[in-house]
T-cell receptor
Framework: GAVVSQHPSRVICKSGTSVKIECRSL??????MFWYRQFPKQSLMLMAT?????????EQGVEKDKFLINHASLTLSTLTVTSAHPEDSSFYIC???????????FGSGTRLTVV | TQLLEQSPQFLSIQEGENLTVYCNSS?????LQWYRQEPGEGPVLLVT?????EVKKLKRLTFQFGDARKDSSLHITAAQPGDTGLYLC????????????FGTGTLLAVQP
C-alpha cells in the first residue's frame, strides 16, 4: 500500500532556530499533501494544503511566514518552522492524497520540542 | 473553529462493554471517515462512509453516516484493551483539494 515517510520522528531545537520536517511519498506521486498540528490528547488541526509546484494554501490563523511549506516535487513536501519558540512545540503530521477521491495516507508524525 | 464535535471526549470502560462515539456537525460533508490513532503515530483509517444513512461494519465496529450527512457514529461491541486509542472522525469538504477536517477526538481506554 501507499506509504508516507516523515522525518525526523523527533527533534529538539533551541528557541530562535529553524527546523525542517520532510514528508515523502515512497511509492506514489502526491500532487497534494496536507500538514496538521496536534497537541497532546487533542485532535489534528489542519495547517495548510501543500500543492506541488505552487504556493501552499494556509488555514485561517496559521502564519505562513512562520510555517514555510515547500512542495517542489511530486514526492516531497517540507515544513519549516522558522524562528521556533516553545509554543511551537507540538506533534506535526503530514498526509498525502493517494488513490481515489477519499484516499489519504498519513505520516508517522514529528514530535518537535523547542527549548 | 472545530466543525466536527465528538462526544464523549474521554471514555474509560471495562473489557467486554459496549460503547458509542458520536460525531456531529452543523455542516454537510460529502463523506466522512473514522480513524484510530495511537500515541506517537499518525492516524490509521478505519472506514469511509459516503452515502447518507450508510452503515458499515468492521468486525466489532459499526459505523453509521447520518441521513443528512451531518453526523456519524461509531459503535464498538465487546470492547477489548487493544481498542484503546484516540478515535477521530474526519469530514471531507469536497472540491478540488478535498480537505479533510478532523473532529475533536475521543480518547478511549479499555481496562482489562
Amino acid at each position: 500500500g501507499a506509504v508516507v515517510s516523515q522525518h525526523p520522528s523527533r527533534v529538539i531545537c533551541k528557541s530562535g532556530t529553524s527546523v525542517k520536517i520532510e514528508c515523502r511519498s515512497l511509492d506514489f506521486q502526491a500532487t497534494t499533501m496536507f500538514w496538521y498540528r496536534q497537541f497532546p490528547k487533542q485532535s489534528l488541526m489542519l495547517m495548510a494544503t501543500s500543492n506541488e509546484g505552487s504556493k501552499a494554501t494556509y488555514e485561517q490563523g496559521v502564519e505562513k511566514d512562520k510555517f514555510l511549506i515547500n512542495h517542489a516535487s511530486l514526492t516531497l513536501s517540507t515544513l519549516t518552522v522558522t524562528s521556533a519558540h516553545p509554543e511551537d512545540s507540538s506533534f506535526y503530521i503530514c498526509s498525502a492524497r493517494t488513490g481515489g477521491y477519499y484516499g489519504y495516507t498519513f505520516g508517522s508524525g514529528t514530535r518537535l520540542t523547542v527549548v | 473553529t472545530q466543525l466536527l464535535e465528538q462526544s464523549p471526549q474521554f471514555l474509560s470502560i471495562q473489557e467486554g462493554e459496549n460503547l458509542t462515539v458520536y460525531c456531529n456537525s452543523s455542516s454537510v460533508f460529502s463523506s466522512l471517515q473514522w480513524y484510530r490513532q495511537e500515541p506517537g503515530e499518525g492516524p490509521v483509517l478505519l472506514v469511509t462512509v459516503v452515502t447518507g444513512g450508510e452503515v458499515k461494519k468492521l468486525k466489532r465496529l459499526t459505523f453509521q453516516f447520518g441521513d443528512a450527512r451531518k453526523d456519524s457514529s461509531l459503535h464498538i461491541t465487546a470492547a477489548q484493551p487493544g481498542d484503546t486509542g484516540l478515535y477521530l472522525c474526519a469530514g471531507h469538504r469536497g472540491g478540488a483539494t478535498n480537505k479533510l477536517i478532523f473532529g475533536t477526538g475521543t480518547l478511549l481506554a479499555v481496562q482489562p
